[in-house]
């Protein structure tokens, strides 16, 4: 079942994602004092999000399987490892935000009281913030949920792509991407591999 829903959502992700192009890497982020909602009364940017050494950027959703994990369990969701790399992120003082692009289904369960909830529900460490109209996604060229975005201090993208390789069922080996990515930039090397291919659900846009 993993299986079939897997090349399913990855086929949707492809088709729905083909024209965007994400930022690469060295370029700077795009729109750091784009305001996006933290709830009802509090808004954030990403210049405010940014940490002494760096800033991550992962969006995210309220009910991608990738992110929330399948019904049947076998995948049990990259949302269970946010706040193990808010750890290891701030060790290397950097912060992590979550971003919940998914304008066209602000009406059915990505919402910003449903973000709120949620974040709750799962203690999430980091802000969960919401990007209206999908001006960040857009911007970024982010693809799926999730996707990752890691910059420099001076907001120049540093990491792009996947959490890690869990989404590979044929894996030699597990390779925690982001979390290399953390620890290589905190002592000064390489990040190497520094762009993965993001996998998940399309990130759902208003079609125009």
Not at 9 to 25: D, E, R, V, Y
Not at 171 to 192: C, F, Q, T, W
Request: aromatic letters at 10%; a positive charge.
């Amino acid at each position: 079942m993993k299986t079939i829903l897997f090349y399913l959502l990855f086929i949707l992700s492809c088709n729905f994602s083909a024209q965007i192009t994400p930022l690469k890497i060295g370029e700077v982020a795009p729109l750091q004092e784009h305001k996006m909602s933290a709830n009802q009364s509090q808004s954030m940017t990403l210049k405010d999000a940014m940490g002494e050494n760096g800033l991550i950027v992962i969006f995210s959703s309220n009910s991608c399987p990738f992110v929330v994990g399948f019904d049947d369990k076998s995948f049990t969701g990259w949302e269970n490892q946010y706040n193990r790399i808010y750890d290891k992120a701030q060790l290397a003082k950097t912060n992590v935000i979550l971003i919940n692009s998914n304008e066209a289904k602000r009406s059915n369960g990505e919402s910003l009281n449903e973000m709120i909830e949620r974040k709750a529900m799962k203690g999430f460490k980091m802000p969960y913030l919401m990007d209206s109209n999908s001006e960040l996604a857009n911007a970024f060229g982010g693809k799926t949920t999730p996707h990752v975005f890691y910059f420099d201090k001076s907001f120049k993208l540093i990491y792009t792509g996947s959490i890690d390789n869990s989404f590979e069922e044929k894996r030699k080996k597990d390779v925690p991407y982001l979390m290399n990515a953390i620890e290589a930039h905190s002592i000064g090397k390489k990040i190497k591999p520094n762009s993965t291919s993001p996998k998940g659900c399309s990130i759902k846009r208003i079609k125009n």
